[in-house]
């Protein structure tokens, strides 16, 4: 029998208190995250999940693309440290970028891997091997979540925060989308200890599988835009840094970016909201959900 999911409000996010940074906290106070983000088809989904974590307080973020696409990214977010990876042809990061990403190991806190990343044999690899690998806690998404699913779901050294769509999650799984939809909350608990990690199922009713199991119902359908899982996975990424447990940034995460996205839906509407509009609607939702604190 599956258990019962808890909803998320702010009486339930106030068990998972967020790490508090006094006013005289520095940049490095605030964390530091790495994401290895980002393609030269796909260069706005590292851009996104950058200014997602920024604006929910993480002091410093470090995005590694392809060189194709590093210096576009640092002016198109002068916040932004920017590291330049080798590339593939296809213009995805190469599988000996690892060696690059290695040296930041010891200079940040956590990491985000996967956002616009794209798929090539090289960069699949790389993406597993730095899941498998890296020190940090990391947030695994989109192409590098599948490349890790593909090179048999290996464990690593630490924690990780796996952000799978439905779709997605058949593939992982090696199930059908029937089977995925039929026990969504047995299915995500149950993976989540087989995979040790965090599981975030993302759907109308996302379900947050760690030490407990939580179900988000906020949100607006204009969430399903380009882009905002990038953003999602940025938010994420951002609260782990910041110093929050896998549970705590994966709750807190995707609750605010419900938040935001209503906000954004108010103001813009469901059909003409961005992604860009829920990251700039990130910190007022942030301030509300702390009541007033930012």
């Excluded at 599956?2 to 998320?8: D, E, F, G, I, N």
């Excluded at 080798?86 to 690059?100: C, I, M, N, Q």
């Excluded at 925060?161 to 992982?172: D, I």
Aim: glycine residues 14%; proline residues 6%.
């Amino acid at each position: 029998m599956s258990r019962k999911a808890k909803v998320l409000d702010r009486t339930r996010l106030a068990e998972l208190p967020l790490p508090e940074h006094g006013g005289e906290a520095s940049k490095a106070d605030k964390g530091k995250l790495l994401i290895v983000a980002g393609s030269a088809s796909l260069p706005g989904a590292a851009i996104l999940a950058a200014r997602a974590a920024l604006r929910v307080g993480c002091g410093t973020v470090r995005v590694a693309s392809p060189r194709c696409v590093a210096v576009a990214i640092g002016v198109a977010v002068p916040e932004l440290m920017v590291l330049a990876l080798p590339e593939t042809d296809a213009g995805t990061a190469a599988e000996d970028a690892l060696k690059v990403l290695e040296e930041q190991y010891e200079r940040c806190q956590a990491a985000v891997i996967g956002p616009g990343l794209g798929s090539h044999e090289e960069t699949d690899r790389l993406a597993a091997r730095f899941v498998a690998e890296s020190p940090l806690p990391t947030v695994v998404d989109a192409s590098a979540l599948l490349a890790w699913g593909r090179a048999g779901h290996p464990g690593g050294p630490a924690a990780r925060v796996l952000t799978p769509h439905a779709g997605e999650m058949a593939e992982l799984a090696g199930l059908g989308p029937d089977e995925i939809e039929a026990d969504r909350e047995g299915l995500a608990t149950r993976l989540a200890r087989q995979w040790r990690s965090t599981l975030i199922l993302k759907g109308p009713r996302t379900l947050i599988a760690g030490r407990e199991l939580y179900a988000n119902t906020a949100g607006t359908p204009g969430l399903g835009t380009a882009g905002s899982g990038d953003a999602l996975a940025g938010v994420i990424g951002g609260l782990l840094a910041r110093g929050a447990g896998p549970t705590a940034a994966a709750a807190w995460g995707v609750h605010l970016h419900a938040l935001a996205g209503e906000a954004a839906a108010a103001s813009r509407g469901d059909e003409g909201m961005m992604a860009s509009d829920v990251v700039e609607a990130l910190p007022d939702a942030l301030r509300s959900l702390r009541g007033g604190r930012g």
